[in-house]
């Protein structure tokens, strides 16, 4: 007699089904993501002559990925990072490591899944399309919700992946605006503090750097340093001439482009007009430990 595998797990205890069906399905979603990864590598040698497309594929095996909550400074460490010769900026957000990060109405999706296989064919699309200086040996990616899939990306990239977490003050995040609709605050309290804490969770990881903004912009040269030993890049003279020396220089995150360092927006919610959006977040639970964790708070 034929039994279906449903048939076999219902024959089983309940602890025993359920266990079962979550191991059948976390094979399942492992499965579905090797076959998405593979079909994008074909895609690409499909597309292009086999000595591009293998030069596509060596330059993600050290990536750089940035991520952490919108309005923390991603683009601006992206921007300062595409100053270094060996590194080739994405100057989009590609979303392909952060699959379902974000809601059909490009804000953040509050129950994302993150068995959601990669869509490496937006990176190699990208990579494609753009000339490559012969200099770069690797790329780099930001997508601010990157964040919250910190682990799978380790888990395919592997040891010669590094990630970059941005912190900052989650009181200037939620004050911040967006040109894409100045109207209204672009972060919500809830979103600073999953992201954020999606990044805590892995901050003694070996392949995870964690920055804060007000260090990268009021201590530029120690904290581009200590984020070249990480990367295992030499420091070059290129990142004290920025933003002169960034191939990146402009991006729909920012208003203007590219500026010299400066810290204006560091304490800006300080405002009495900001006082009830402050309120909240230091309402929203979890906040407040956040905080302090990061010295934001005593």
């Not at 395919?156 to 009181?171: E, S, T, Y």
């Not at 503090?193 to 990268?216: F, K, S, T």
Request: net charge positive; proline share 5%; charged share 25%.
């Amino acid at each position: 007699m034929n039994v279906t595998l449903k048939e076999s797990c219902e024959a089983l205890p309940k602890s025993s089904n359920a266990i079962l069906y979550l191991r059948m399905q976390k094979l399942r979603n492992a499965l579905a993501r090797r076959q998405a990864h593979r079909r994008a590598k074909i895609e690409l040698f499909q597309k292009a002559s086999r000595a591009h497309a293998k030069r596509i594929v060596q330059l993600g095996k050290r990536p750089i990925v940035i991520g952490g909550c919108g309005r923390s400074g991603t683009t601006l460490l992206l921007s300062i990072l595409s100053c270094h010769p060996k590194i080739f900026a994405i100057d989009i957000e590609t979303t392909a490591l952060c699959p379902d990060g974000y809601g059909a109405d490009g804000m953040y999706n509050r129950n994302p899944n993150l068995d959601m296989p990669f869509k490496l064919e937006k990176i190699y699309e990208y990579l494609l399309t753009h000339e490559i200086p012969a200099s770069c040996t690797r790329w780099c990616e930001k997508t601010p919700r990157n964040v919250i899939y910190f682990e799978r990306i380790l888990r395919h990239f592997g040891k010669a992946a590094r990630l970059i977490h941005i912190v900052r003050d989650g009181r200037d995040v939620v004050t911040s605006v967006h040109p894409r609709d100045a109207s209204r605050y672009w972060v919500t309290p809830h979103r600073w503090v999953v992201d954020v804490a999606a990044g805590r969770r892995l901050e003694n990881h070996l392949q995870v750097l964690m920055i804060r903004y007000e260090d990268l912009v009021r201590n530029y040269e120690p904290t581009m340093r200590r984020i070249c030993e990480f990367i295992e890049e030499e420091f070059t003279p290129a990142f004290l001439e920025y933003p002169d020396s960034a191939r990146v220089k402009e991006s729909i995150a920012w208003f203007n482009p590219a500026q010299t360092m400066n810290d204006r927006s560091i304490g800006r919610w300080q405002e009495s007009k900001f006082q009830n959006i402050i309120a909240e977040l230091l309402r929203e639970p979890g906040a407040a430990e956040l905080l302090k964790h990061y010295g934001y708070l005593s």
